[in-house]
C-alpha cells in the first residue's frame, strides 16, 4: 500500500504563529509599562528633598491605605517608609529609596575589618545620641550624599591659605586672634544647608544669617566670630562647637 501524502495546513502554522506573536508583544509591552512606572516612582520618591513641605504634605497623606485621612497618617507601619535615625534618636521617616541612596546608616562595636571595608573619609563617629551606652558606633556616609561634606578643612575667602595661618586658626589663644585680624569670612546668607557636615573644620567669620541648617553636623566646629543670626539649626548636631 503507498504512503498517501497528506497536504500540510500552512494557514493553521501562521495562525499559530501569529497567536505567539501576539503573546509576546503584549507582553514585552507590559514588561516595558511596569519597569517605565517603577522607574517613575523611584525617581520621585528620591526628588523629593528630605524635611521640606512638599515631602512633609505627602508624609502626612499616605495614610490614605487607613482610611482617607491626611492627618493621622501612620508612617511606622507604612511599607513605602522607613526611618533612618536610631533607636536612640527622634524618628525620622523618609522614603526607602531615599534612604538607600542617600542616607547615612550606623554601624555598632565594628571590629577593624569591618571599618577597613568603607572609605575612611565616609566614616564618623556616632555622637552618644546615637548610640547605646557603652557601645562604640559610626556612622558611614551614603553612596551618593546629597548633602555637603567638608570635614576637617579651613574655609575662608583667602583662595592661597598658607598652612601656618591655617595652623593659626585651629588653635586656641593669641595666635588665633591675630590670625582671625588676617582673613575675610565667607558671604553664606540665606543658603540651603540642611544635612551640611562641617565637622572639625574652621569656617572663621562666616556669614551664615538666615541660612538653613537643619540636622547639620557641627561637631566640634570652629565659626569664630560667625554670625548665625535668623538661621535655622533645627535638629542640629552642635556638640562642642566653638564660636
Known amino acids: 500500500m503507498s504512503n498517501l501524502l497528506l497536504p500540510y495546513d500552512y494557514d493553521y502554522k501562521n495562525k499559530h504563529k501569529s497567536n505567539w ?8 509591552r507590559i514588561s516595558f509599562i511596569v519597569l517605565l512606572l517603577s522607574a517613575w516612582i523611584f525617581s520621585w520618591t528620591v526628588s523629593l528633598v528630605p ?6 504634605k505627602i508624609l502626612r497623606c499616605l495614610g490614605w491605605q487607613e482610611g482617607l485621612v ?13 526611618n533612618v535615625n536610631s533607636s536612640y534618636e527622634k524618628e525620622r521617616f523618609v522614603f ?22 568603607y572609605d575612611p573619609a565616609r566614616i564618623t563617629e556616632a555622637t552618644e545620641d546615637q548610640c547605646p551606652k557603652r557601645t562604640k558606633c559610626y556612622r558611614i556616609d551614603s553612596w551618593l550624599p546629597r548633602n555637603l561634606i567638608l570635614r576637617e578643612r579651613v574655609l575662608t575667602t583667602v583662595t592661597d591659605l598658607k598652612p601656618e595661618l591655617a595652623a593659626s586658626l585651629q588653635a586656641e589663644g593669641d595666635s588665633q586672634t591675630d590670625a582671625l585680624n588676617r582673613v575675610s569670612g565667607l ?55 566653638s564660636c
Not at 21 to 28: C, K, N
Not at 51 to 56: L, M, P
Not at 70 to 82: E, F
Not at 222 to 240: H, I, P, T
Open 70 to 82: 491626611c492627618n493621622k497618617a501612620d508612617h511606622a507601619n507604612h511599607w513605602l517608609l522607613k
Open 51 to 56: 524635611d521640606s513641605d512638599w515631602e512633609k
Open 187 to 241: 558671604n553664606l546668607q540665606g543658603r540651603n544647608f540642611d544635612y551640611m557636615d562641617i565637622s572639625n573644620s574652621s569656617l572663621p567669620k562666616v556669614d551664615l544669617r538666615r541660612s538653613y541648617l537643619r540636622q547639620a553636623n557641627l561637631s566640634k566646629a570652629r565659626l569664630n566670630q560667625a554670625q548665625l543670626q535668623s538661621s535655622y539649626l533645627e535638629r542640629a548636631n552642635l556638640g562642642k562647637l
Open 96 to 117: 526607602i529609596p531615599t534612604a538607600w541612596l542617600h542616607e547615612k546608616w550606623i554601624i555598632k562595636n565594628p571590629d577593624r575589618k569591618e571599618l577597613d571595608k
Open 21 to 28: 506573536d501576539l503573546i509576546l508583544t503584549g507582553l514585552s
